[in-house]
């Protein structure tokens, strides 16, 4: 019985797509960093891009490309995207494009007990094009902010109603509003400029001044919020530190090395939220800081 390879006929719009495939496939495996072998269960998000003379892509090669690898033991979430994309170049050579990505949670225990663990996503991306290979490893890690433009604001308010306590006030925190935030960081890599997880994690917290808990006692609590309103910040204030951070910390990651930080605030007296985001290169970081600004 013959059946038409209906994916291989010409369309009727000539049009190239950049990206079609699958996304949210969930799998376990196997990662094995610092001497240390990790169970992890991960979802793939896995793209072609297409000619316009091709109809359609063989989305189950996609599938088959990730049940190739998941068995196997990796070395970090950009290793396996890397490895699923060779994967699928075998199986698709007509692809213009491919791009994978591999998200998967993250524990790290901080006091031993009940809730004693932080949660955090990782992700792992690998992009191969006319251009090559392109790797990039990321975190994303739950904080909190307070909002300084408030903050400034209710110390005129009360520096209005009691002038008297003007020198007490002006070296306080004030009353401010706080909110959830994300701050999400991606940072290329490569087999010869590698970048811990564990490491870009610390740079952010070394910024925002820690990730949520889920078990907070009282004087640990009154320690958080007080560290938050201490030093409140905008979206914008976040993402231009962490990114200044990354920069001064990772000094050997060549200059042409992209990086990208965001922050999303879920605002806690608006019906919105507040998202900034900064793409760059490490050059560029680095050049802004030899004209003289801090980095």
């Not at 608006?270 to 030899?290: K, L, V």
Request: include cysteine; hydrophobic fraction near 35%.
């Amino acid at each position: 019985m013959q059946i038409p390879d209906v994916q291989s006929q010409t369309p009727h719009f000539r049009i190239p797509i950049q990206q079609v495939g699958v996304r949210g496939v969930q799998a376990p495996v196997t990662l094995v960093r610092g001497g240390k072998r990790i169970p992890a269960f991960v979802s793939f998000d896995a793209f072609v891009g297409i000619p316009g003379e091709r109809r359609g892509a063989d989305l189950s090669r996609l599938l088959e490309a990730i049940g190739a690898v998941v068995s196997s033991e990796h070395s970090g979430l950009e290793s396996l995207s890397g490895r699923v994309c060779m994967e699928i170049m075998e199986r698709m050579p007509y692809a213009t494009g491919i791009d994978v990505t591999v998200a998967s949670n993250y524990f790290r225990e901080r006091d031993r007990g009940a809730g004693s663990y932080v949660k955090y996503e990782l992700l792992g991306e690998t992009r191969l094009s006319g251009d090559g290979e392109f790797s990039r490893l990321g975190v994303t890690v739950l904080t909190m902010n307070a909002c300084p433009c408030a903050m400034e604001t209710t110390r005129a308010l009360v520096l209005d109603a009691r002038p008297e306590l003007s020198d007490a006030l002006r070296e306080m925190p004030s009353v401010t509003h706080n909110q959830r935030n994300r701050v999400r960081v991606i940072t290329q890599v490569s087999e010869e400029h590698q970048v811990e997880a564990d490491d870009l994690i610390d740079t952010v917290e070394g910024v925002v001044g820690g990730a949520l808990l889920s078990v907070l006692k009282r004087m640990d609590e009154g320690k958080f919020v007080y560290r938050a309103h201490s030093r409140p910040m905008f979206v914008e204030d976040i993402v231009r530190e962490v990114a200044a951070s990354l920069a001064e910390r990772f000094r050997d990651m060549p200059d042409s090395y992209t990086l990208e930080v965001s922050s999303e605030s879920d605002e806690s007296i608006h019906p919105h939220n507040a998202y900034a985001r900064i793409s760059t290169t490490y050059g560029e970081i680095r050049n802004i800081g030899r004209e003289g600004l801090r980095v």
